[in-house]
């Protein structure tokens, strides 16, 4: 994370821990107590923006190796204060910044967590310690979880296959009520539908397969017999043997 212009810390980036993501890189500036505080703020002011923006839903991303998840990960938090060593402890920024931001942002509106189900280095956060996370933002008053994993630590060893994290998707689902959303490798409408039908998440994030198509979900909405909402411009492009699938007049 960078520092704004004239910070007081002169460093260029920051984390939990002077720990270099690559032996021999130059180490990060440990946040301390001021830089925490600063952070946190911050969070609530973009919240704040956006909800003056009239964003209907904003998502904090505690994954991919990105500031909050550096909290979370024993790999990259070697504290000894209050934020780290211990799991109560290393989630104690994260949830923080979690309150902030739902405190800012309006109460009829969503906020929603991207974490790591699993670091796929040893010794790194895993599984079990994703659940312990889940269960205290959803005591927190998180809306849902979008489970992914990996990106913090190039020693990773990724099992990169079709649904490859649903796995850990599924382990969420099963310790909490708030609904989960598998991401990873999910590019099929069967495997999309199974997913969910299966009970082994509630929804389905898409990114790479949204990039290569833009009308993916229309594509599935096909393909299943489903109906999808349009523009009128757009509804003479109805294909012939879909002839119900523009939801008009409904």
């Known amino acids: 994370m960078a520092h704004p212009p004239g910070d007081a810390t002169g460093w260029e980036t920051v984390a939990p821990s002077a720990v270099p993501n690559v032996d021999g890189n130059r180490p990060p500036g ?13 969070f609530a002011a973009a919240a704040q923006r956006a909800a003056r923006l009239g964003v209907d839903a904003i998502q904090l991303h505690c994954a991919h190796g990105y500031l909050l998840h550096q909290f979370l990960s024993p790999l990259s938090n070697r504290r000894d204060d209050e934020y780290g060593g211990s799991l109560e402890n290393r989630m104690r920024f994260p949830l923080e910044v979690f ?32 659940i312990a996370f889940v269960r205290a933002l959803e005591a927190h008053g998180c809306a849902a979880v979008h489970v992914s994993s ?51 998440a509630d929804l389905i994030a898409l990114a790479r397969a949204i990039l290569y198509d833009p009308r993916w979900p229309w594509h599935a909405a096909a393909h299943l017999g489903a109906h999808v909402k349009a523009p009128d411009q757009y509804l003479r492009s109805q294909p012939r043997q879909y002839r119900h699938l523009f939801d008009i007049g409904r």
């Open 30 to 42: 440990a946040l301390d107590r001021g830089g925490l505080a600063q952070v946190r703020d911050a």
């Open 99 to 130: 309150d902030a931001v739902r405190t800012i942002f309006p109460g009829d509106r969503p906020v929603s967590v991207r974490v790591s189900g699993a670091d796929w280095v040893e010794g790194g956060w895993e599984i079990n310690q994703t």
């Open 150 to 200: 990996g990106g913090l630590d190039p020693r990773q060893k990724i099992p990169v296959g079709p649904s490859y994290q649903v796995p850990l998707a599924r382990a969420v689902k099963a310790a909490t009520r708030m609904p989960v959303i598998a991401v990873g490798l999910i590019t099929e409408f069967e495997q999309a539908e199974a997913i969910v039908g299966t009970g082994d």
